[in-house]
Protein backbone atom coordinates (compact mmCIF):
# COMPACT_ATOMS: atom_id res chain seq x y z
CA UNK A 1 0.00 0.00 0.00
CA UNK A 2 1.77 3.10 -0.79
CA UNK A 3 -1.06 5.77 -0.30
CA UNK A 4 -2.17 8.53 -1.84
CA UNK A 5 0.25 10.25 -4.22
CA UNK A 6 -0.07 13.98 -5.34
CA UNK A 7 2.36 15.89 -7.90
CA UNK A 8 3.77 18.08 -7.74
CA UNK A 9 4.22 18.65 -4.30
CA UNK A 10 4.33 22.64 -4.96
CA UNK A 11 3.79 25.00 -7.86
CA UNK A 12 4.28 28.66 -7.95
CA UNK A 13 2.98 30.16 -11.23
CA UNK A 14 2.20 33.50 -12.55
CA UNK A 15 -1.33 34.86 -12.61
CA UNK A 16 -3.43 34.10 -15.33
CA UNK A 17 -1.34 30.91 -16.32
CA UNK A 18 -2.77 27.24 -16.15
CA UNK A 19 -2.47 24.43 -13.88
CA UNK A 20 -2.52 20.98 -13.48
CA UNK A 21 -2.29 18.41 -10.38
CA UNK A 22 -2.40 14.72 -10.51
CA UNK A 23 -3.68 12.79 -7.96
CA UNK A 24 -2.63 8.58 -7.67
CA UNK A 25 -5.24 7.23 -5.26
CA UNK A 26 -4.57 4.17 -3.32
CA UNK A 27 -4.72 0.97 -5.65
CA UNK A 28 -8.24 -0.42 -6.05
CA UNK A 29 -10.35 2.43 -4.25
CA UNK A 30 -13.33 3.64 -6.10
CA UNK A 31 -13.85 7.07 -4.97
CA UNK A 32 -11.52 10.23 -5.57
CA UNK A 33 -12.26 13.30 -3.87
CA UNK A 34 -10.44 16.83 -4.05
CA UNK A 35 -10.57 19.68 -1.44
CA UNK A 36 -8.86 22.56 -0.75
CA UNK A 37 -7.32 24.13 2.45
CA UNK A 38 -6.28 27.61 2.60
CA UNK A 39 -4.35 29.21 5.47
CA UNK A 40 -5.93 28.49 8.92
CA UNK A 41 -8.95 26.86 8.00
CA UNK A 42 -9.74 23.07 7.61
CA UNK A 43 -10.44 21.60 4.05
CA UNK A 44 -13.50 22.52 1.85
CA UNK A 45 -15.08 19.38 -0.22
CA UNK A 46 -14.97 20.60 -4.37
CA UNK A 47 -15.54 17.40 -6.51
CA UNK A 48 -15.31 13.64 -6.11
CA UNK A 49 -15.43 10.79 -8.10
CA UNK A 50 -16.82 7.06 -8.13
CA UNK A 51 -15.07 5.58 -10.78
CA UNK A 52 -14.49 7.62 -13.94
CA UNK A 53 -17.77 9.45 -13.22
CA UNK A 54 -17.90 13.17 -11.26
CA UNK A 55 -20.64 12.69 -9.28
CA UNK A 56 -20.43 16.13 -7.67
CA UNK A 57 -18.91 19.19 -7.89
CA UNK A 58 -18.92 22.18 -5.08
CA UNK A 59 -19.83 25.44 -5.86
CA UNK A 60 -16.29 26.38 -5.14
CA UNK A 61 -15.04 24.94 -7.79
CA UNK A 62 -15.92 27.95 -10.54
CA UNK A 63 -15.96 27.11 -14.72
CA UNK A 64 -12.00 27.65 -14.72
CA UNK A 65 -11.52 24.63 -12.32
CA UNK A 66 -12.15 21.29 -14.19
CA UNK A 67 -11.13 17.86 -13.08
CA UNK A 68 -11.14 14.14 -14.82
CA UNK A 69 -10.61 10.82 -14.37
CA UNK A 70 -10.57 9.12 -17.26
CA UNK A 71 -10.14 5.63 -17.02
CA UNK A 72 -11.19 5.69 -13.00
CA UNK A 73 -7.47 5.65 -11.75
CA UNK A 74 -5.31 8.84 -11.60
CA UNK A 75 -7.40 12.09 -11.69
CA UNK A 76 -6.46 15.37 -12.83
CA UNK A 77 -7.12 19.09 -11.47
CA UNK A 78 -7.31 21.81 -13.63
CA UNK A 79 -7.25 25.05 -12.93
CA UNK A 80 -7.26 27.96 -15.65
CA UNK A 81 -6.27 31.58 -15.59
CA UNK A 82 -4.94 31.37 -12.31
CA UNK A 83 -5.91 34.03 -9.85
CA UNK A 84 -4.26 34.93 -6.36
CA UNK A 85 -7.25 33.70 -4.69
CA UNK A 86 -6.37 30.14 -6.10
CA UNK A 87 -3.16 29.94 -3.70
CA UNK A 88 -4.04 27.10 -1.34
CA UNK A 89 -3.25 23.37 -0.57
CA UNK A 90 -5.17 21.36 -3.14
CA UNK A 91 -5.86 18.08 -1.12
CA UNK A 92 -6.54 14.71 -2.82
CA UNK A 93 -8.27 11.54 -1.18
CA UNK A 94 -9.76 8.09 -2.15
CA UNK A 95 -11.65 5.59 -0.47
CA UNK A 96 -12.73 2.56 -0.95
CA UNK A 97 -16.28 2.39 -1.60
CA UNK A 98 -19.32 2.46 -2.74
CA UNK A 99 -19.97 2.63 0.56
CA UNK A 100 -19.99 6.73 1.74
CA UNK A 101 -18.57 5.83 5.44
CA UNK A 102 -15.24 4.09 4.17
CA UNK A 103 -12.28 6.06 5.15
CA UNK A 104 -10.98 8.74 3.19
CA UNK A 105 -7.03 8.32 2.93
CA UNK A 106 -5.60 11.80 1.42
CA UNK A 107 -2.50 12.22 -0.16
CA UNK A 108 0.35 14.95 1.25
CA UNK A 109 -1.27 17.91 -0.90
CA UNK A 110 -0.14 20.35 -3.96
CA UNK A 111 0.65 23.61 -2.59
CA UNK A 112 0.12 26.15 -5.32
CA UNK A 113 1.03 30.01 -5.17
CA UNK A 114 -0.28 32.51 -7.16
CA UNK A 115 2.30 35.47 -7.88
CA UNK B 1 -27.10 22.45 6.55
CA UNK B 2 -24.22 20.33 9.02
CA UNK B 3 -21.20 22.66 10.10
CA UNK B 4 -18.61 21.50 12.46
CA UNK B 5 -17.37 23.89 15.23
CA UNK B 6 -14.09 23.45 16.88
CA UNK B 7 -14.22 25.88 19.76
CA UNK B 8 -10.12 26.20 20.44
CA UNK B 9 -7.91 27.65 17.24
CA UNK B 10 -5.00 26.32 20.00
CA UNK B 11 -3.88 24.33 22.85
CA UNK B 12 -0.94 24.58 24.31
CA UNK B 13 0.28 21.81 26.92
CA UNK B 14 2.95 20.32 29.06
CA UNK B 15 4.35 16.76 27.93
CA UNK B 16 2.29 14.14 30.46
CA UNK B 17 -0.60 16.12 31.26
CA UNK B 18 -4.26 15.32 29.93
CA UNK B 19 -6.11 16.95 27.05
CA UNK B 20 -9.08 17.99 26.12
CA UNK B 21 -10.20 19.44 21.96
CA UNK B 22 -13.39 20.30 21.70
CA UNK B 23 -16.02 19.68 18.37
CA UNK B 24 -19.23 20.64 18.29
CA UNK B 25 -21.55 19.67 15.24
CA UNK B 26 -24.84 20.66 14.08
CA UNK B 27 -26.82 18.29 11.83
CA UNK B 28 -30.18 16.60 11.47
CA UNK B 29 -29.84 13.68 10.11
CA UNK B 30 -27.66 10.42 10.98
CA UNK B 31 -24.02 11.52 12.34
CA UNK B 32 -21.33 10.34 10.93
CA UNK B 33 -17.89 12.33 12.58
CA UNK B 34 -14.14 11.69 12.32
CA UNK B 35 -11.02 13.48 14.00
CA UNK B 36 -8.01 13.54 11.48
CA UNK B 37 -4.54 14.88 12.51
CA UNK B 38 -2.19 16.69 10.14
CA UNK B 39 1.43 16.60 11.33
CA UNK B 40 3.46 19.57 9.80
CA UNK B 41 3.81 19.31 6.07
CA UNK B 42 2.27 15.85 5.95
CA UNK B 43 -1.58 15.32 4.59
CA UNK B 44 -4.49 14.15 6.90
CA UNK B 45 -4.61 11.24 8.54
CA UNK B 46 -7.21 9.37 10.40
CA UNK B 47 -7.28 9.03 14.15
CA UNK B 48 -10.79 7.90 14.52
CA UNK B 49 -14.14 7.75 13.51
CA UNK B 50 -17.96 7.04 14.67
CA UNK B 51 -20.15 5.46 12.80
CA UNK B 52 -22.51 3.56 14.84
CA UNK B 53 -22.59 1.26 18.12
CA UNK B 54 -20.36 2.31 21.96
CA UNK B 55 -19.91 6.24 21.70
CA UNK B 56 -16.83 5.90 22.84
CA UNK B 57 -14.16 5.29 19.73
CA UNK B 58 -10.42 4.75 20.76
CA UNK B 59 -7.41 5.40 18.51
CA UNK B 60 -4.36 3.00 18.37
CA UNK B 61 -1.96 6.08 20.21
CA UNK B 62 -4.26 6.50 23.11
CA UNK B 63 -6.98 9.43 21.87
CA UNK B 64 -10.29 9.02 22.57
CA UNK B 65 -13.31 10.91 21.92
CA UNK B 66 -17.12 10.16 23.03
CA UNK B 67 -20.15 11.08 20.70
CA UNK B 68 -22.52 12.36 22.50
CA UNK B 69 -26.19 13.13 21.01
CA UNK B 70 -27.62 15.36 23.68
CA UNK B 71 -25.02 17.82 23.29
CA UNK B 72 -24.11 17.26 19.47
CA UNK B 73 -20.45 17.21 20.50
CA UNK B 74 -17.45 14.89 19.59
CA UNK B 75 -14.26 16.28 21.56
CA UNK B 76 -11.04 14.25 21.68
CA UNK B 77 -9.44 13.58 24.75
CA UNK B 78 -6.00 11.91 25.62
CA UNK B 79 -4.75 11.37 29.69
CA UNK B 80 -1.18 11.44 28.43
CA UNK B 81 0.20 13.44 25.63
CA UNK B 82 3.70 13.40 24.15
CA UNK B 83 5.99 15.91 21.94
CA UNK B 84 5.37 13.75 19.47
CA UNK B 85 1.55 14.94 19.52
CA UNK B 86 2.00 17.90 18.22
CA UNK B 87 -0.13 18.46 14.98
CA UNK B 88 -3.60 20.10 13.99
CA UNK B 89 -6.59 18.39 14.60
CA UNK B 90 -9.33 18.57 12.50
CA UNK B 91 -12.96 17.41 13.92
CA UNK B 92 -15.07 16.26 10.36
CA UNK B 93 -18.61 15.42 9.53
CA UNK B 94 -19.73 13.08 6.56
CA UNK B 95 -22.34 14.62 4.37
CA UNK B 96 -24.57 12.96 1.99
CA UNK B 97 -22.46 9.62 2.21
CA UNK B 98 -19.40 11.21 0.26
CA UNK B 99 -18.18 15.03 1.55
CA UNK B 100 -16.70 15.37 4.77
CA UNK B 101 -17.05 18.91 6.21
CA UNK B 102 -14.12 19.92 7.96
CA UNK B 103 -13.78 22.54 11.59
CA UNK B 104 -11.31 25.16 11.20
CA UNK B 105 -9.07 22.81 12.83
CA UNK B 106 -7.24 22.94 16.67
CA UNK B 107 -3.39 22.99 16.78
CA UNK B 108 -2.09 21.32 19.38
CA UNK B 109 1.50 22.30 21.10
CA UNK B 110 2.71 19.86 23.70
CA UNK B 111 6.10 21.74 25.11
CA UNK B 112 8.86 19.94 27.57
Known amino acids: DTGVSQNPRHKITKRGQNVTFRCDPISEHNRLYWYRQTLGQGPEFLTYFQNEAQLEKSRLLSDRFSAERPKGSFSTLEIQRTEQGDSAMYLCASSLGPGGTDTQYFGPGTRLTVL | ?112
Do not use: M
Open chain 2, 1 to 112: AQSVTQLDSQVPVFEEAPVELRCNYSSSVSVYLFWYVQYPNQGLQLLLKYLSGSTLVESINGFEAEFNKSQTSFHLRKPSVHISDTAEYFCAVLISNYKLTFGKGTLLTVNP
